[in-house]
């Protein structure tokens, strides 16, 4: 039976971040009741593209996967499981944030065949939340994660963002020590990207508020990664840590460029070499007017994906993918201890990941 990796994207949230740049709408009763009959009716068009497939993986994400009703995820899933199967071994994602998660949303997701719930903590100060524009507070958090516990959901991912407006470094390490206490399999640890499409761009340019600076923000990775890894997790890929057997295989998949199956407004398909985008706005979707941009995936893009994709993990790359003449720069990092040769593969080092960017654009 062939295999398949299965995205769902939910564009809805309560209120738009102010560091946010992914693709979102505010919530709206009847658009997000018009999207999940358009998503349902964009599966049926496209169900060759997973039928008789054994799902590998199943992600739904966002925007706010739980802002919407434990109902209409169930229909959603339920038009997915007519043409794949999905069982215990599918590795099966929700994302969830604290505001919308009751402990009713979490007997439906269980009974959809959820195993594995990732929430957006972020920070456990209600002031940096605030200034955040999120929408919960950190008591909610705490709430939903004795919701999670509630129905025996043990596979637990837990997003820290570090460096927002109004933290510091005592409050960021507080933050990934509280989210140690719920005893996750999975912390994911972001270092803030003020984007140019993010609200809070214009107003870091303009210096009318102030976020940590970048050194600022590596020097406190570099305690939270130790304090990780002394907790018994492994640093599996920049960002993320996980306790043994507990890594994200949708992320993996991703990562190891394997053929994935988006659905929904912004969700990127890739399979037989190409990677197509859904790029209708979403009062347009809803309408049926779904518009993909499509980009042939040619053997130097795989190549180029491999070595940037392969460097951001403890998986590290192929040498023989690397050109010849890198050689010296190589030797260079393995010399001052940014990178370890292990198997013919070349590794970042944690020292090494903390240059990755610098590193990687090197050697492509």
Request: net charge positive; proline share 2%; charged share 25%.
């Amino acid at each position: 039976m062939k295999t398949s990796n299965i995205y769902i994207h939910i564009p809805f949230c309560r209120q738009r971040c102010t560091y946010c740049n992914f693709k979102s709408v505010k919530f709206n009763i009847a658009m997000a009741a018009d999207y999940v009959t358009a998503i349902i009716k964009e599966i049926r068009a496209r169900k060759n593209e997973i039928n008789g497939s054994m799902a590998k993986t199943v992600y739904i994400g966002g925007g706010t996967p739980s802002i919407l009703s434990g109902g209409q995820l169930t229909r959603i899933v339920n038009e997915i499981k007519k043409y794949a199967s999905i069982d215990e071994n599918t590795e099966f994602t929700v994302e969830v944030n604290p505001e919308s998660v009751t402990p009713e949303k979490m007997y439906v997701y269980k009974a959809m065949g959820v195993n594995r719930i990732s929430i957006g903590m972020q920070s456990s100060n209600n002031n940096v939340l605030k200034l955040s524009n999120r929408p919960h507070t950190n008591e909610q958090f705490l709430n939903a994660i004795k919701a999670i516990k509630s129905v025996k959901l043990k596979n637990l991912s837990i997003d820290c963002l570090i460096g927002l407006q109004g933290s510091s470094k005592e409050e960021a390490i507080k933050s990934v020590k509280q989210a140690l206490k719920q005893k996750p399999k999975h912390i994911s640890v972001y270092a803030l990207n003020c984007d140019e499409n993010c609200l809070m761009y214009s107003l870091v340019k303009n210096n009318k508020i102030k976020i940590m600076e970048d050194d600022e923000v590596a020097k406190v990775l570099e305690i939270i990664n130790s304090l990780l890894k002394r907790k018994g997790f492994i640093h599996y890929e920049i960002s993320n840590f996980a306790k043994k057997g507990f890594e994200s295989q949708h992320n993996i998949n991703y990562w190891y460029g394997e053929e994935y199956i988006g659905f929904g407004c912004g969700a990127v398909t890739y399979r037989n070499n190409t990677r197509s985008e859904c790029i209708s706005e979403v009062d347009e979707y809803c309408k049926g007017k779904v518009k993909y941009k499509e980009e042939d995936v040619n053997d130097k893009i795989k190549l180029e994906e491999k070595i940037m994709l392969g460097l951001r993990t403890i998986y590290g790359v192929d040498l023989t993918l690397i050109d010849d003449n890198k050689k010296d720069y190589i030797q260079t990092l393995v010399k001052h201890k940014f990178a370890i040769i292990k198997n013919n593969k070349l590794i970042l080092t944690e020292k090494g990941f903390n240059l990755s960017n610098q590193i990687i654009s090197v050697l492509m």
